[in-house]
């Protein structure tokens, strides 16, 4: 039997508590996680500090360090829907093709410097894998579109988690950069923690890797 403050509120009192729980932890998760990675992070900083990340950082400043890890390989893609700033969503379990999905956020500099090089792999990888990346901005169009507007990215979607429920599908709060690679049956085939160099012929052939998964599986 539930004990405590919550245990004599009303069902719907109870649910607005989780719910604004949920939210606190999630800024504080995405926010904190990782500083060795979330280089740009400070968790007394403010959105819009945060989101003023230099988008011509280098690998200088920035060390491309991310590494691939296939041991969640054959997970299924999370059953959630990103929304975009015009209002159009995308049911990602719904997808039926190849799928590098990347969460990523204005305030996170690693994830700044990867854009460019992700919206280069979307161009040279169109109609093979589709490359999507998902802000996980707690303020979401507010500062995602500004972000698009002020670099050139025309390869790649603004797709938008505001309430992040994508981050916590991956145990809470994912550390950002997060990439995941899944194949046409939207089983996992593996992802990358931390900025990668996805401008490399490595990574282009890594990437390839989701169109052939599912039938070497078969």
Same mark, same amino acid.
């Given at each position: 039997?539930?004990?405590?403050?919550?245990?004599?509120?009303?069902?719907?009192?109870?649910?607005?508590?989780?719910?604004?729980a949920k939210? %606190?932890?999630?800024?504080? /998760?995405?926010?904190?996680?990782a500083?060795? /990675?979330?280089?740009?992070?400070?968790?007394?900083?403010? @959105?819009?500090t945060?989101?003023?990340?230099n988008?011509?950082g280098?690998s200088?400043?920035?060390?491309l360090t991310?590494t /691939?890890?296939?041991?969640?390989?054959?997970?299924?893609?999370?059953?959630?829907?990103?929304?975009d700033?015009?209002?159009?969503?995308?049911?990602l379990?719904? /997808?039926?093709?190849p799928?590098?999905?990347?969460?990523?956020?204005t305030?996170?500099?690693?994830?700044v410097?990867e854009?460019p090089?992700?919206d280069?792999?979307?161009a040279?990888?169109?109609g @093979?894998?589709r490359?999507?990346?998902?802000?996980?901005?707690?303020r *979401?169009?507010?500062v995602v579109?500004?972000?698009f507007?002020?670099?050139?990215?025309?390869?790649?979607p %603004?797709?938008?988690?505001?309430?992040n @429920?994508?981050a916590?599908?991956?145990? *809470?709060?994912?550390?950002?950069?997060?990439?995941?690679l899944?194949?046409?049956?939207?089983?996992?085939?593996?992802?990358?923690?931390?900025a990668? @160099?996805?401008s490399?012929?490595e990574?282009?052939?890594?990437v390839l890797?989701g169109?052939?998964a599912?039938?070497?599986?078969e």
């Amino acid at each position: 039997m539930a004990e405590g403050p919550s245990a004599n509120l009303p069902p719907h009192i109870v649910l607005e508590e989780l719910s604004v729980a949920k939210m %606190r932890l999630s800024s504080l /998760l995405i926010a904190c996680l990782a500083a060795g /990675l979330l280089t740009a992070c400070d968790t007394g900083a403010s @959105d819009s500090t945060q989101e003023n990340a230099n988008a011509d950082g280098t690998s200088e400043t920035i060390a491309l360090t991310g590494t /691939l890890n296939r041991s969640f390989a054959g997970e299924a893609i999370p059953d959630v829907t990103l929304t975009d700033p015009d209002g159009a969503t995308l049911d990602l379990a719904a /997808l039926k093709e190849p799928v590098l999905l990347n969460l990523w956020a204005t305030w996170c500099a690693p994830c700044v410097v990867e854009m460019p090089l992700l919206d280069e792999l979307a161009a040279d990888l169109e109609g @093979d894998v589709r490359v999507l990346t998902v802000s996980e901005d707690l303020r *979401g169009a507010e500062v995602v579109v500004p972000f698009f507007e002020a670099r050139d990215l025309p390869n790649l979607p %603004r797709w938008m988690d505001q309430q992040n @429920d994508l981050a916590f599908s991956y145990g *809470g709060g994912a550390v950002l950069p997060l990439t995941i690679l899944y194949d046409a049956d939207g089983r996992e085939v593996w992802r990358v923690i931390g900025a990668y @160099d996805w401008s490399s012929a490595e990574a282009r052939e890594e990437v390839l890797e989701g169109t052939t998964a599912a039938t070497n599986a078969e």
